[in-house]
């Protein structure tokens, strides 16, 4: 695998989550998400109607990708991440097999990942993308309804407010998950790490598919264990998680048994975590980091072999948070 020989020396990357829910910043109706604002449809249980509104003043004037990129290499990071669609449906690139996305569905009119892919090339930046195979709150069939039972940041997995039929995840994986991951591995140059997530519906078939269609297309492209079932180059650890040695590294996989943990083949780990509380913009999220942790962190899990993937929540207006680029700059220099 060629990718895997980079990623180990990558060490260090950014991770953007940035969508429809960075217009509330955390709070819908006087009222505030108590942690995950990218979680904010679930958790008040926003119908569809009334989130599609959203779309309609998406309008982000303010974002450069020049500027995300420029800021990565500074820091030292080798590679970013982009939420292509997270858990709410709504895709941050052109999609030809649904509109509900930010070229067709907003006044902003731009393909945020196109512009990204181009300067990310032009900057020896590696580009990889995230995307939600499983959930997707905007389709009738979304995953997510088996695993109710099971904690998460909102009130269910899956749109259970809006779709409260019988549901078969089959749908939406053949509408949509599977046509959209096709888009994204033939449309944006090369590309990374294809980055999935919350495997909770997926079958051993589904991920299978996913896996094989990914390599297929982009066939140096590594793809992390929140796939699912077993199907993965490499293992990404809980949100957050800074273990303190490598021989606590199995027990603490986030979706143990449902990605069914083992090894990465190539030996390649990374832990994703936040600069403050939430992944998406949050106004009132004032917790963030020090430069120190930052500093120290990345290299405790360097040193472990385990690369640090940073994320950043940009603003409705598509800024990157004062306090997020002065944490990123100083941590650079410690």
């Known amino acids: 695998m060629k990718n895997a020989q980079w990623f180990k020396e990558a060490k260090y990357g950014m991770m953007l989550h940035w969508g429809l829910y960075s217009l509330l910043g955390g709070e819908h109706k006087g009222q505030r998400v108590y942690n995950y604002a990218e979680w904010i449809q679930s958790y008040f249980q926003i119908p569809i109607a009334e989130y599609e509104q959203l779309a309609k003043v998406f309008n982000p004037i303010y974002f450069d990708a020049?500027?995300?990129?420029?800021?990565?290499?500074?820091?030292?990071?080798?590679?970013?991440?982009?939420?292509?669609?997270?858990?709410?449906?709504?895709?941050?690139?052109?999609?030809?097999?649904?509109?509900?996305?930010?070229?067709?569905?907003?006044?902003?009119?731009?393909?945020?990942?196109?512009?990204?892919?181009?300067?990310?090339?032009?900057?020896?930046?590696?580009?990889?993308?995230?995307?939600?195979?499983?959930?997707?709150?905007?389709?009738?069939?979304?995953?997510?309804?088996?695993?109710?039972?099971?904690?998460?940041?909102?009130?269910?997995?899956?749109?259970?407010?809006?779709?409260?039929?019988?549901k078969n995840f089959d749908i939406c994986f053949k509408e949509k998950i599977l046509p959209q991951v096709k888009e994204l591995m033939t449309g944006y140059g090369d590309i990374c790490l294809a980055w999935f997530d919350v495997p909770m519906t997926l079958t051993e078939e589904h991920s299978r598919i996913l896996y094989d269609t990914v390599r297929e297309l982009q066939p140096d492209c590594l793809i992390n264990s929140r796939l699912g079932n077993g199907k993965y180059d490499y293992v990404s650890l809980g949100d957050n998680e800074i273990p303190e040695s490598m021989d606590a590294v199995q027990g603490q996989i986030d979706y143990n048994d449902i990605c069914g943990f083992k090894p990465s083949p190539y030996g390649l780990y990374e832990t994703a975590a936040t600069l403050n509380d939430s992944w998406g913009f949050s106004y009132y999220d004032n917790n963030w980091k020090t430069p120190e942790f930052v500093a120290n962190a990345k290299r405790h899990l360097n040193s472990m072999g385990i690369n640090y993937l940073l994320n950043i929540g940009p603003d409705p207006l598509g800024r990157i948070p004062t306090s997020a680029r002065q944490i990123l700059l100083e941590a650079a220099k410690l």
């Open 66 to 166: 020049e500027e995300y990129v420029q800021l990565a290499k500074a820091c030292g990071m080798e590679y970013l991440v982009i939420t292509t669609k997270h858990h709410d449906g709504f895709a941050m690139y052109r999609s030809a097999c649904d509109s509900f996305n930010v070229y067709d569905a907003t006044p902003f009119h731009r393909d945020v990942l196109a512009e990204l892919a181009f300067c990310c090339k032009k900057h020896g930046i590696k580009l990889g993308i995230y995307y939600s195979q499983d959930l997707d709150w905007h389709h009738p069939h979304g995953g997510g309804y088996l695993s109710n039972h099971i904690f998460n940041s909102g009130t269910t997995w899956d749109n259970s407010w809006d779709f409260t039929g019988e």
